[in-house]
């Protein structure tokens, strides 16, 4: 389980989160839904304990992530926009050393490596050096690697960026799956469609803040729209703010 | 935070090493480094000897004194004729001094003194400059001859225009004097072992910022302190090497290759290598700490090489400022990184003393570089200006 309360994050002048507050409940799939600059990425590093939180708290399965940083990163398997992987080295051998710097077992990680790779369809590029990787096998490599350690929470930040058709489609799967395993998933989006078929719980963050979460269906009844994007926009504030620029006009 | 550092060190390692070109440049460039410089110095040093033995002058205008051709003759000195234009071969350094005899000279020398030039550029350091010596002794040695026979004919002892006689005393061993040419070789060594880990020290710092590979990397939970640790191990260990491979090409060649002019100065113990050795092996992983901090700054490889470029300009710059300053060997050197290197490094080639305190000093010194620098870099790892900072 995955709890943020009142988290806060300012760069010089620019409040990026401004006071979020939102669960993603164990076995379920939560969606941050938000446009960009709203703040997603920055909410997700806070609790992935690469930026440090102003104000705020942050907990992965009730360890706080500011005070046992590295209890939190045991305890969630994290996949931000940075998904470099060493040229040099094979798949495998980029997973392998990430299973090592995290202390899982060589018998455990292969095991694990090999559902992945059947899930992911990764048989072919596996024993390839990563060099000249297409954006979709970059992301399965960087995938694996961040959740070898199997953990119970996984935090993807927009997982879905620049990959094509069927790099989306096995991604989506693999969401499935992890949630049928019990695992709790958050990832961060700005694809309605996306959003709207696999999450069971939708927190749309707009400026910072949460401006409005519940189910696909909750949030079309709140906003009185019939689709999740009609409702997006009525619930985030780029509506709002619009209308106040032209009130100014 | 051992096993992370050993998991870290291993991949770094495996990872430069598969660049095989880069890495098989540094290895070449380390062994051939010592076969280089020995077969070069040994050159310039059998031309420049050569030059001053050599029975050859060059002379223009030699129909205008027999006397001088004469005196030439008799010691065994052979006479060339110098090319027309060698007063501007010599600015370019392309022609040897040249003794001119105008045509005046015979009128003047029978009548009282007269005059000869000697043309040369004493801006030019090659090996011709040394026949100045040569034609300025036999132009003493013709001065003396010919004074003592005016003085006989007038029926004065000789003995009274000689009031003090003065003898060379060189108190300089050859091997000091061979090393004012020795400089080069620690000089150039302790270079190669900064620039010869340039590559992996970026490769390990920049080069994951570059890449995008930072930010997932840190999300292990391992200390910042045992990655930066395992990385400048890899660096450490790969200065290590490269400063073993120029020993090895320095030990190969000194033993194996005939170096004439080298050998009789260059006679190095094993005491003498182990000295040297231990220099180096202190050097070669602090200058790779310290070009990893400077990389960590850097958001890309080439960023980063430029910065790197900077510490490398100043340590090759350090022998040079050294000369310039006319330093003399002085304790405090020994606190300044690349010149205590240096003087430690000469001592031992010139046969100098070589007391604990030149080992014990820079390896102190460097270990402390190491340890701020990896400190440092660490606590840069937790900035989010650096692990975000992507260009």
């Known amino acids: 389980m995955i709890e943020v309360k009142d988290l806060r994050k300012q760069f010089g002048s620019v409040k990026a989160v401004d006071g979020v507050t939102f669960t993603g409940k164990s076995g379920a799939i939560t969606g941050l839904l938000g446009p960009n600059g709203a703040g997603k990425t920055t909410a997700i590093r806070m609790i992935g304990t690469l930026i440090a939180i102003d104000s705020g708290a942050a907990s992965i399965d009730g360890i706080d992530v500011a005070t046992d940083a590295d209890g939190a990163r045991c305890a969630c398997g994290l996949l931000t926009d940075s998904r470099g992987v060493y040229t040099r080295m094979t798949a495998r051998e980029n997973i392998r050393y990430y299973a090592e710097l995290r202390g899982v077992e060589a018998a455990r990680s292969e095991k694990t490596l090999a559902r992945f790779v059947d899930w992911l369809d990764m048989k072919d590029i596996l024993d390839r050096r990563t060099e000249g990787f297409s954006q979709g096998e970059r992301m399965k490599v960087a995938i694996v690697r961040a959740l070898i350690h199997e953990p119970a929470n996984v935090i993807l930040d927009e997982p879905t960026n620049g990959l094509d058709v069927m790099s989306t489609r096995a991604l989506r799967e693999l969401i499935k799956r992890l949630k049928s395993d019990g695992q709790t998933v958050m990832f961060s989006s700005h694809v309605m469609q996306e959003v709207a078929a696999l999450c069971d719980e939708i927190i749309i963050i707009s400026h910072g803040r949460v401006t409005a979460q519940g189910t696909t269906e909750q949030l079309m009844e709140m906003s009185g729209k019939n689709n999740l994007e009609d409702a997006f926009i009525a619930l985030s504030d780029v509506s709002q703010s619009a209308d106040a620029h032209k009130e100014v006009a | ?391």
């Open chain 2, 1 to 391: 935070m051992w096993a992370t550092i050993v998991t870290v060190c291993t991949k770094e390692l495996t990872d430069h090493l598969r660049d095989r070109r880069t890495a098989a440049m540094i290895f070449f460039l380390s062994i051939a480094m010592g076969p280089l410089l020995l077969i070069g110095l040994t050159q310039f040093i059998s031309s420049v000897e050569k030059k001053a033995e050599a029975r050859e002058v060059f002379v223009e205008g030699k129909a205008n004194s027999p006397q001088i051709v004469n005196f030439f003759a008799r010691q065994d000195v052979t006479i060339k004729d110098p090319k027309p234009d060698f007063r501007e071969l010599i600015k370019s350094g392309k022609h040897d001094p040249v003794l001119v005899i105008p045509k005046t000279f015979e009128e003047k020398f029978q009548t009282g003194t007269a005059e000869v030039e000697l043309v040369f550029d004493d801006t030019r350091q090659d090996a011709g400059n040394a026949s100045i010596g040569v034609l300025r002794r036999l132009m003493r040695g013709f001065n003396g001859e010919v004074s003592t026979q005016r003085l006989i004919a007038r029926g004065v002892s000789p003995q009274l225009v000689r009031v003090v006689d003065v003898q060379d005393v060189n108190l300089g061993t050859a091997a000091q004097r061979a090393a004012g040419l020795l400089f080069i070789i620690p000089w150039i060594t302790l270079l190669g072992c900064v620039s010869g880990v340039t590559a992996i020290a970026i490769d390990v710092t920049a080069g994951e910022r570059e890449r995008g590979s930072l930010e997932p990397l840190l999300m292990n939970p391992v200390s910042r302190a045992g990655l930066t640790t395992g990385k400048w191990l890899a660096v450490a260990i790969y200065g290590l090497t490269v400063a073993a491979l120029t020993m090895c090409g320095f030990a190969l060649t000194l033993n194996f290759v005939p170096l004439p002019n080298l050998a009789s100065v260059l006679s190095i113990s094993a005491a003498q290598y182990l000295g040297f050795a231990i220099t180096m092996f202190s050097f070669a992983p602090a200058m790779g700490a310290l070009q990893m901090l400077i990389a960590t700054y850097g958001r890309t490889y080439k960023e980063a090489q430029t910065y790197v470029s900077y510490l490398i300009m100043a340590v090759s710059m350090a022998p040079a400022i050294g000369m310039l300053a006319q330093f003399k060997d002085a304790t405090w050197q020994l606190f300044v990184p690349m010149l205590g290197q240096l003087m430690v490094i000469t001592r031992i080639l010139r046969g100098e003393t070589v007391t604990a305190m030149h080992y014990l000093l820079p390896f102190a010194l460097n270990t402390a570089i190491s340890v701020i620098a990896v400190l440092l870099i660490s606590k840069l790892l937790t900035k989010e200006k650096i692990i975000f900072g992507r260009a």
